[in-house]
């Protein structure tokens, strides 16, 4: 049995920004992968930035519902192990984004463009840094975080280096390979609490 046209336009849509990237990527093609027609596909989607949050919402390693819910129960669990999932399912969502994204910077007018249909709809990379910080503010009313400490400073750090890891390897035979997640984690969260711990 076939899945549903939405479905297969977003399992469409998400190969082919995965492989062309989001500029090069267009609803003609995401339509004919979908196996139907461009007019189908803008009965469920307003266009391609549409379909572009739909693929990370839907497509990709969810880091907003984790952010949540660790905000929702400061003083629960370890921080260190809080923060080591986080930066697991941080990880996992830029190095899928990064390839999707990269491209925008080659056209500077269709970024633009991007990121006005983005803040339309509420959404942008500063979501993720707002909801660590969140937890992080969380995390110092409870004692657990120093007083003084940044804590945007200190969410921007730990979701940038994970940014930076979907840019800076390349997974490729014959390339640089990043470190094992695990190890990139424990790693990246023992040095961020060492500055912000009380």
Do not use: W
């Amino acid at each position: 049995m076939q899945k549903p046209a939405r479905a297969r336009i977003l399992d469409a849509a998400h190969e082919l920004m995965l492989s062309l990237g989001l500029a090069r990527t267009t609803t003609k093609e995401i339509a004919r992968a979908a196996g139907c027609s461009e007019a189908a596909l803008y009965k469920s989607f307003t266009g391609k930035e549409e379909l572009f949050i739909a693929v990370l919402n839907e497509r990709l390693p969810k880091l907003a519902p984790l952010l949540s819910d660790l905000t929702a129960r400061p003083g629960e669990g370890s921080l260190e192990e809080n923060l080591t999932e986080v930066v697991r399912r941080a990880a996992g969502f830029y190095a899928q984004t990064f390839p999707i994204a990269a491209s925008l910077y080659a056209d500077p007018r269709l970024k633009a463009r991007h990121e006005a249909a983005l803040r339309t709809m509420g959404k942008g990379p500063h979501i993720p840094i707002q909801g660590l910080d969140a937890y992080l503010r969380a995390e110092r009313s409870a004692g657990r975080v120093a007083a003084d400490a940044d804590t945007y400073a200190a969410a921007s750090l730990l979701l940038g280096a994970c940014t930076h890891r979907a840019f800076a390897y390349d997974g490729d035979e014959g390339g640089v390979a990043a470190p094992p997640l695990d190890e990139f984690a424990a790693g990246l969260v023992r040095v961020l609490l060492r500055g912000i711990s009380p």
